[in-house]
């Protein structure tokens, strides 16, 4: 055994930037590749119809596609005029005038909202067991991870609330505060401090959405896996992120990144949809009316003639959901195999789930 030479100093140790698939973990970048093919395996080899139905159904309830644009667009191109905006002054005007009709549509809204919350959590979890397991299986997957989307949504609920109530509270403090201001001769004073506490509405806005996006993509996965609160969750990413917080960061930079481009690819897709399907239902109204006066008829609202545009309408809306969920859920289930595969190779759990459905190790 020949020992080095006393003389000579051992060089010093060099850091160099590699892709470390020796211990298995994926950088930002590394992880775009392995989520690209395992979001084309569950989509496209094979594609299956159910399962692109059950995943656009999923993704639409997670926020797939730019849906309140789209009503908007797509109601005004209709033939007939709706009042929208008069029906709803008047009710409001009625309800004005009940205090019990002003509480039961408050309670409504609120249960409305509280409910579409606690599906997006438990959909969350859905998508993320299909991810996995490269299999839609809705039903089960609802029952198996119950108590990981209730935990979810407590928490989400609760930064909500706390979020709500801090900027409400916010406003009512400018509101106490600003007029004396304005009285006094500090106007530069009173507009500073409306400045700033927009500019920190903006700054909170943002870290909630943050938030919300590691959730969703790093913690709801350890969730799953480990079957663990979301607190315990988010402790495991805070340690990952101490010991490498450039990584976290770059990842949510990256992360942005991808989400505006498949965002201007979705609406790519979506302006000349429904642009399509809204000259086509001006067209099939027209045609409608054009061939009543042929006959000898006109178009009077009645009965029948209102439940005819509601249908009409309902088979409109249906299909503006069927467009935007289905052209928004690559997109989705993309972005979810993104944060599966970057958070599974750090958390040995999560990522024996994922090397468990790929199909070298089905074929082994």
């Known amino acids: 055994m020949r020992l080095p030479n006393p003389g000579r100093l051992p ?35 094979p594609v299956i119809g159910r399962r692109w139905m059950a995943l656009s159904v999923v993704c639409l309830f997670l926020g797939g596609g730019t849906s309140t644009a ?19 002054l008047r009710a409001r005007a009625a309800i004005a005038q009940h205090w019990s009709l002003t509480l039961l549509a408050s309670v409504l809204s609120l249960l409305l909202v509280l409910g579409l919350i606690y599906v997006r959590c438990m959909l969350r979890f859905v998508l993320i067991d299909a991810v996995v397991k490269q299999e839609v299986t809705i039903r089960a997957a609802w ?28 406003i009512a403090l400018s509101l106490r505060y600003l007029a004396p201001l304005r009285d006094g001769g500090r106007a530069w004073f009173a507009s500073a401090l409306l400045v700033g506490e927009l500019v920190a509405v903006v700054l ?4 909630v959405t943050v938030l919300i996006m590691l959730t ?35 990842y949510v930079v990256l992360r942005f990144a991808v989400s505006m481009g498949i965002s201007l690819a979705v609406l ?9 399907l809204s000259s ?10 054009l061939t009543l006066r042929v006959v000898g008829l006109a178009w009077a609202w009645n009965p029948v003639t209102v439940i005819l545009a509601v249908l009409a309408l309902g088979v409109f809306t249906a299909i503006i959901f069927a467009i935007l969920s289905v052209v928004g859920m690559p997109g989705q289930v993309y972005l979810q195999n993104y944060g599966v595969r970057f958070i599974g190779s ?19």
């Open 268 to 276: 790519s897709v979506l302006f000349p949809a429904l642009m399509g």
């Open 70 to 88: 789209a009503f908007q667009w797509g109601f005004g191109a209709l033939p007939v005029d709706l009042h929208a905006t008069e029906w709803i």
């Open 346 to 364: 750090r958390v040995p759990s999560l990522g024996v789930l994922c090397r468990a459905s790929s199909p070298w190790r089905r074929r082994g």
């Open 204 to 207: 909170l806005g943002l870290l």
């Open 11 to 45: 060089p010093p140790p060099r850091f160099v930037l590699t892709r470390r698939t020796d211990t298995g973990v994926l950088s930002p970048i590394d992880s775009l590749s392995p989520a690209w093919s395992e979001t084309m395996r569950l989509l496209f080899r």
């Open 216 to 250: 969703d993509d790093l913690a709801a996965p350890l969730m799953y896996a480990e079957r663990i609160s979301l607190p315990a969750a988010w402790r495991t990413v805070a340690m990952i992120s101490r010991r490498d917080p450039g990584t976290l960061l770059f």
């Open 280 to 289: 086509g239902a001006l067209v099939s109204a027209a045609l409608v009316i």
């Open 143 to 170: 029952i198996n991870l119950k108590a990981s989307g209730r935990s979810y949504f407590l928490w989400l609920l609760g930064v909500v609330g706390a979020v709500t109530v801090l900027i409400f509270g916010a």
